[in-house]
């Protein structure tokens, strides 16, 4: 089982690293998705290793709850889109100084 | 087991690219890769259901509503490579490594031990198992997850709603503008020209041809300019045509009419040869 946690922690790194690296707004929600993603997959893997499905129960809340952020996240990407014309995560910069 | 070293690598090999790609659409298709690979392992830990939730609503319905706005933005935004903070890349490559690093060298620390399986938990089916838990234990974050669905998809349709604050334009107002543009500026009046009226192809990206031999660039869709697929009717390809029209044995059959391209492309006399 162990090797199915390592898998979800170097899933979970690029996740994070994407975030940090990219600047296209979508792209670093889609990185947050694969943040989740992994979490999902140690959730689901533990979920076997105790026997018990509690685990997958919380793995499916996180797949319902990745599903609202994401028809919020991307609304809101679309307004920062319609007023500013850009998807960076640098130009939406306004409370900066 | 084999399923996980088969797809662990196809995983994290199209998790990378999603961090070097530079177009949007390119790292949704990865992310469905990497989706995809994942509902696979699901099935292989036992949970048919997330199975079917991850292909239905992951590669679905999330990664589809990313490509939808992909669209509306614009395909061709891609990343700039710009870094507005110094040193940012590396920073961030640095301490994504060693949070790897510390996280894989935790989890191979503890011994996990013999894996319990769900084959007792899974004895009445999945489906089943998950709904006795689901609707006894957690029936509580059950209800309260429909009032999240249902304020997500208000707040959606919140932000994406455009209040009209100006009257819609009529058919008259366009063409009072129009007017008012060709008095002022003296811009063209009439409808733009159509594309690919060179003899030679009807295709839409294709420009015209003005009667001088150049191309009509108002006859392509700007869109298509902007991609840069345009194609351009080349000089080559006009004095082939002239060379094929000149020669009897190239002209295929009941192709009298090319003589039509002479008046664009100044092969008139030789047109006018075989006419006569």
């Known amino acids: ?97 | 087991m084999i399923s996980f070293w088969v797809l662990a690598p196809v995983m994290v090999l199209a998790a990378l690219g999603i961090l070097f790609v530079r177009k949007a659409v390119h790292a949704a298709l990865l992310l469905a890769v990497v989706m995809i690979s994942l509902a696979v392992q699901y099935a292989a830990l036992d949970a048919p259901f997330l199975f079917a939730v991850q292909i239905i609503v992951y590669t679905g319905a999330i990664l589809m509503l990313f490509l939808f706005v992909l669209m509306l933005v614009g395909v061709d935004a891609s990343d700039s490579v710009v870094e507005t903070i110094k040193g940012q890349r590396a920073l961030a490559t640095i301490g994504g490594l060693l949070l790897g690093v510390l996280l894989v060298v935790g989890v191979a620390q503890a011994s996990l031990g013999t894996a319990t399986g769900l084959d007792e938990a899974n004895a009445d089916g999945n489906v089943q198992g998950l709904a006795n838990v689901l609707f006894s234990t957690w029936v509580l974050a059950f209800e309260v997850t429909s009032a999240l669905l249902i304020t997500a998809a208000l707040g959606a349709m919140v932000l994406a709603h455009r209040e009209r604050t100006t009257p819609k334009e009529s058919q008259a107002d366009l063409a009072a503008k129009r007017m008012r543009d060709y008095a002022e500026r003296g811009a063209h009046l009439g409808p733009l020209p159509s594309p690919g009226v060179f003899a030679r192809t009807n295709a839409v990206d294709t420009a015209a041809l003005l009667p001088d031999g150049t191309a009509a660039e108002a006859s392509v869709s700007r869109v298509l300019a902007a991609r840069g697929t345009v194609r351009t009717a080349p000089a080559e390809d006009v004095e082939r045509i002239e060379r094929q029209i000149g020669d009897p044995s190239h002209r295929p059959e009941g192709a009298g009419k090319a003589g039509a391209t002479g008046d664009t492309t100044e092969t008139g006399p030789e047109s006018g040869e075989e006419q006569a």
Request: a positive charge.
């Open chain 1, 1 to 97: 089982m162990t090797e199915y946690i390592v898998l979800s922690a170097i899933l979970f790194t690029i996740g994070c690293v994407g975030v940090l690296v990219r600047r296209n707004a979508i792209v670093v929600f889609m990185c947050v998705e694969l943040m989740l993603n992994a979490s999902n997959l140690a959730l689901v893997t533990f979920a076997k290793q105790h026997g018990n499905l509690d685990g997958q129960i919380a793995a499916f809340f996180v797949m319902v709850v990745a599903a609202a952020e994401v028809v919020v996240g991307l609304a809101i990407i679309m307004t920062i889109f319609r007023t500013r014309r850009s998807a960076s995560v640098d130009d939406a910069s306004l409370l900066k100084y």
